[in-house]
């Protein structure tokens, strides 16, 4: 799986060979507007990231691929595992997310491809997220208080010698105020919701496993199904005022 991601990057960022992390400072990601400090998005202006608040390093940013090149999902679908039998070896490793009778795994093959997925279990609005080069997977709460966030990747990755043994990890965003987010420390790193802690999902409503022991415990689950594409929406749900948010969830 490390090498379809170095595959995908390889294809995504020109010059980018095993190995090596294109340094995103050099490569004229970071953007001093006239205002602002900006943290390049895509190739649209407006999809650049607003870092004014941003206290991460600049010269441990990675990449810098664009906040849409991988298929967060938001509205994923799912099979049964009956159908989904002949997809995976016994060995292929899910993280599965059981709540209130429901249950839903998310292969770590697809995990790689998509970074995050937009779901909910239970009635309760979560994340599944994966990041290959830490090895990092998890089920992330979205909700916080009476506000429901939207995640995905932002095309960057950071390091830092004191976290996770200095190894890469990816940086995410939240749609609805477009604050970045590592999870390696488990909060926001800028942006309105700066500071603001990641929730994992309880420990007794999700595990990493694998394909073997998801078919022999939970043979009613929904598995989600591979090669799924997603549109990034035009319009989304903004949030002007998080200060509930921030006073609550604050690290």
């Not at 607003?50 to 099979?79: S, V």
């Not at 009778?101 to 994340?127: C, M, Q, W």
């Not at 929406?233 to 998080?242: A, F």
Request: hydrophobic share 35%; with cysteine.
């Amino acid at each position: 799986m490390r090498t379809l991601f170095i595959l995908l990057l390889l294809v995504q960022v020109p010059g980018c060979l095993q190995g090596q992390r294109p340094s995103a400072l050099n490569a004229g990601k970071f953007i001093q507007s006239e205002d602002y400090k900006l943290l390049y998005g895509g190739e649209d202006p407006s999809q650049h990231f607003n870092i004014d608040n941003l206290d991460l390093k600049p010269e441990q940013f990675h990449y810098g691929i664009g906040r849409e090149r991988f298929p967060a999902l938001i509205q994923p679908k799912f099979e049964s595992v009956t159908d989904a039998a002949g997809r995976w070896k016994p060995s292929d490793r899910f993280l599965v997310a059981k709540k209130d009778g429901e249950v839903k795994a998310y292969s770590v093959k697809d995990l790689t491809r998509h970074e995050v997925v937009n779901d909910s279990i239970g009635g309760e609005p979560i994340f599944a997220a994966y990041c290959i080069l830490a090895d990092l997977g998890a089920i992330y709460k979205r909700k916080y208080g009476d506000k429901l966030f939207t995640f995905a990747v932002s095309g960057y990755t950071y390091n830092d010698p004191q976290v996770w043994n200095g190894m890469d990890g990816f940086i995410l965003w939240d749609r609805e105020t477009e604050s970045l987010w590592w999870p390696l420390i488990d909060k926001a790193v800028s942006g309105p919701l700066k500071e603001v802690g990641l929730q994992k999902l309880e420990s007794a409503y999700w595990q990493d496993t694998t394909w073997e022991k998801v078919k022999a415990a939970y043979p009613e689950a929904m598995i989600l199904i591979p090669g799924q594409q997603m549109d990034p929406p035009g319009d989304w749900n903004s949030y002007k005022d998080v200060s509930d948010v921030v006073s609550r969830y604050r690290q």
